[in-house]
């Protein structure tokens, strides 16, 4: 059961921390393509994707966004509806590994600020879903990166369409030359 502490109750080993997280995307419309946003975390620097602890006064996914603005400077159209979780070991300052429990949502970013929270703390990367995969440790949030590629590759074939279809209603038929 979920407490404010952040700390959810595991049958097997104790306790897991929970946290939430963003995954944050973009569509390259020049390209067509979906592009995936990794940031470095600050003790370990490997790849991850901006997540934190419970907020008292904020459901989940409006945590994940405060993440993704204090972390990766990106605001954008979060879903409020999970889009999965995963599990990783966290790394205390104290030195002690915690296991964590991450429930993600989707975050579509429409704007990226100059100046947030913790610029300059870590390193941030654009990369395609298969980028994304290679470079994050977790199985289970590299199915996330799956499941959101085929839902945004899902719309944008829907928009190409549309659009396929816009033109060839205004276009002016075909005809014959004399």
Known sequence: MEQSTGVVANAS???????????????NRHENVVEYLLITTRETGRWAIPKGWPMEDKPPHRVAEVEALQEAGVKG???????????????MADGERRPCVVQTHA???????????????RRYAWVSCEEATARVA???LQKLFLLI????KSKLRRQVRRQFQ??????PPNRPID
């Open 77 to 91: 159209k979060v879903c409020k509806r999970p889009l999965g979780e995963f599990t990783y070991t966290k790394l």
């Open 13 to 27: 080993s104790g306790e897991f921390g929970r946290q939430y997280a963003a995954l944050c995307y973009r569509i």
């Open 138 to 140: 977790e199985p289970d």
């Open 166 to 171: 816009f033109f060839a209603n205004v276009a």
């Open 149 to 152: 590629e085929e839902k945004a």
């Open 107 to 121: 975050l579509k970013v429409h704007h990226i600020v100059k100046d947030f929270k913790e610029r300059g703390q």
